[in-house]
């Protein structure tokens, strides 16, 4: 079945780096758009980025523009989010969701958490 | 482009009617999404283009507008629908979401 799991979440300090990882499967990952959604606790729903299918073009949230970077490998089903100089306020569940007439297949989502 | 989604809470009971509204910003055509969410889950696409059901939503659900005004319907209302719900134009990156309506039991 068409699925989408992100992984990568933790514990990081503020001003560190991390990589999140989502894994797709169930459907020609190649062919769609991907976004990046992200949740704080307790708040709505946050757009963060997208990247086209082939790569070339990606699309990033003002608070996240400079710090974030979204690449995919469509030979390994796989897309990344490298996330640098982290702030408190990107503590967030971050979910990966699947481009078809909107936003069709979401992941669980993997909670990130910025703290001294 | 910002959306203005309200009310941000609603109470009803099993069996109303009730709609959300989301007004944007600035014309985005239909490029509107209606979504669902329910406690430590991830959204569900319920609605897209504005009014298109998306597949295995049941039929009390319905979107309507266009241009800067949208509306999501629920007709009588099930227990599985008491749940947050959000807007999100798709016209003109970047995408944004309304603040969401958090729908609740009277």
């Known amino acids: 079945q068409v699925q989408l799991v992100e992984s990568g979440g933790g514990v990081v300090q503020p001003g560190r780096s991390l990589r999140l990882t989502c894994a797709a499967s169930?459907?020609?990952?190649?062919?769609?758009?991907i976004h990046w959604v992200r949740q704080a606790p307790g708040r709505g729903l946050e757009w963060v980025a997208a990247?086209?299918?082939?790569?070339?073009?990606?699309h990033y949230a003002d608070s996240v523009k400079g710090r974030f970077t979204l690449s995919r490998d469509n030979s390994k089903n796989t897309l990344y989010l490298q996330m640098n100089s982290l702030r408190k306020e990107d503590t967030a569940v971050y979910y990966c969701?699947?481009?078809?007439?909107?936003?069709?297949?979401w992941g669980q989502g993997t909670l990130l958490t910025v703290s001294s | 482009i910002q959306m203005a989604q309200s009310p941000s809470t609603l109470s009803a009971s099993v069996g109303d009617r009730v709609t959300i509204t989301c007004r944007a910003s600035?014309?985005?055509?239909?490029?509107l999404a209606w979504y669902q969410q329910k406690p430590g889950k991830a959204p569900k696409l319920l609605i897209y283009?504005?009014?298109t059901l998306q597949s295995g939503v049941p039929s009390r659900f319905s979107g309507s507008g266009s241009g800067t005004e949208f509306t999501l319907t629920i007709n009588s209302l099930q227990p599985d629908d008491f749940a947050a719900y959000y807007c999100?134009?798709?016209?003109?990156?970047?995408?944004?979401f309304g603040q969401g309506t958090k729908l609740e039991i009277k």
């Open positions: 600035q014309s985005i055509s239909s490029w």
């Open positions: 283009k504005a009014s």
């Open positions: 969701a699947k481009d078809y007439y909107a936003l069709d297949t």
């Open positions: 169930g459907f020609t990952f190649s062919t769609y758009d």
């Open positions: 999100q134009q798709y016209h003109i990156y970047p995408d944004t």
């Open positions: 990247i086209s299918s082939d790569g070339k073009n990606v």
